[in-house]
């Protein structure tokens, strides 16, 4: 289930709205949100916006409310990785008897510990097979190179979606934070479709504009991304941070696919493995360069493409895993499951020239 246009993250039930299920859905449609995401659990014992006291379960009329209003509803679980096992029992029996769309791994410093890259991959392994189906986000630090230890890697291979924490806090520069966060998500072993999320939220004497919260949604929306979303609703619906809330409100982003790019194009002609075809991307005087050689011309280009689907990669079924545009520059990563053997780590940088690529570098191994 794709993520398109705007969405936020709700925390604590009871403080976004007053907890009303009407007006949480009445302020979203205003909004324009697409989608909401809702804390569901904490931990392996904890479900989330639970009131013990009462014995009521915050979350389904809060689900209904926005489900009945057309957006998406996904949980999300701040994990810590100390009972991993445990972590992913929870966050399969909330997400399946709430019925909620998709489901948010929240992971941050308890997963910053040396070792904890098996417990990601047990928690990984006891999710998808509780809920093979379920489309998966991991959000996270915003620049994976400053967080070495966090084990990007093992969530990400069983996720579909990563979903950065930009908080670009004490600094006033979201399209550079943004570019730096895409670029390392894109580099990651596992690179996943980006959706990045926004701080609407203060911290000491730090508060990012509205100018700066629209800035951050319109560079997210001309890198070709699908959606981004913000943090959170709790402090944005408050009457001191209206401005940053309306901010995300005012911006235009319908719930729609995004115009495909030339990268997709690219995709989608080399599953047809026609070697010409897919040439006729190429302006005439494109060159085409690995890590071993540099080619140049259209037909030198279709000439390898033949390799690639008879020799290297037979009867291959490529996908796309993410793309990101700059100008007239693109990078999009993919993977491929052929008769000769499988690509996960696809990585390529595309130049273009009057609507067709002039340079093309990949980067690949097949195993």
């Known amino acids: 289930m794709t993520l398109y246009g705007k969405g936020y993250f709700m925390w604590q039930i009871p403080r976004c709205d007053g907890g009303i299920p009407s007006a949480i859905a009445a302020r979203a449609v205003d909004a324009g949100l697409s989608y909401v995401m809702i804390k569901i659990a904490d931990g392996p014992n904890w479900p989330y916006n639970y009131d013990f006291e009462k014995e009521i379960d915050l979350v389904p009329p809060v689900l209904n409310a926005l489900r009945e209003a057309g957006l998406q509803v996904w949980g999300w679980h ?67 190179r400053l967080h070495s230890l966090l084990p990007f890697s093992e969530f990400l291979e069983k996720s579909d979606y990563a979903m950065p924490q930009v908080y670009f806090e004490k600094s006033h520069n979201p399209e550079e934070q943004l570019e730096r966060s895409v670029e390392q998500y894109m580099a990651l072993e596992h690179a996943r479709p980006v959706i990045p999320t926004a701080p609407t939220y203060s911290v000491g004497s730090w508060r990012p504009t509205a100018d700066e919260i629209t800035r951050f949604f319109q560079k997210v929306k001309d890198m070709g991304l699908s959606s981004a979303n913000a943090w959170s609703w709790d402090y944005a619906t408050r009457s001191s941070y209206l401005d940053l809330w309306q901010a995300v409100a005012d911006f235009d982003w319908p719930p729609l696919a995004p115009v495909k790019d030339i990268s997709e194009h690219l995709i989608e002609r080399m599953n047809q493995h026609e ?42 079924h490529f ?31 595309l130049g273009i020239l009057k609507g067709k690529i002039q340079y ?8």
């Open 78 to 144: 701040y994990v810590k990785g100390d009972n991993p096992i445990g972590e992913a029992q929870l966050g399969i029996e909330r997400s399946l008897s709430l019925g909620v769309d998709g489901y948010v791994i929240d992971a941050e410093s308890e997963y910053q510990k040396s070792g904890k890259a098996r417990a990601a991959r047990l928690f990984m392994e006891t999710l998808r097979a509780g809920m093979p189906d379920m489309p998966v986000a991991l959000s996270t630090y915003r620049y994976p």
């Open 275 to 316: 070697p010409v075809y897919v040439a006729e991307l190429y302006r005439g005087s494109a060159a085409h360069v690995t890590g071993a050689r540099t080619i140049l011309g259209r037909g030198s280009i279709a000439q390898w493409y033949k390799v690639l689907f008879t020799d290297l990669l037979p009867n291959a």
């Open 319 to 349: 996908q796309l895993t993410g793309k990101t545009i700059n100008g007239n520059s693109r990078r999009f990563t993919w993977t491929a499951n052929s008769d000769n053997g499988t690509v996960l780590n696809g990585n390529d940088t």
């Open 360 to 367: 093309h570098y990949t980067f690949f191994t097949i195993i």
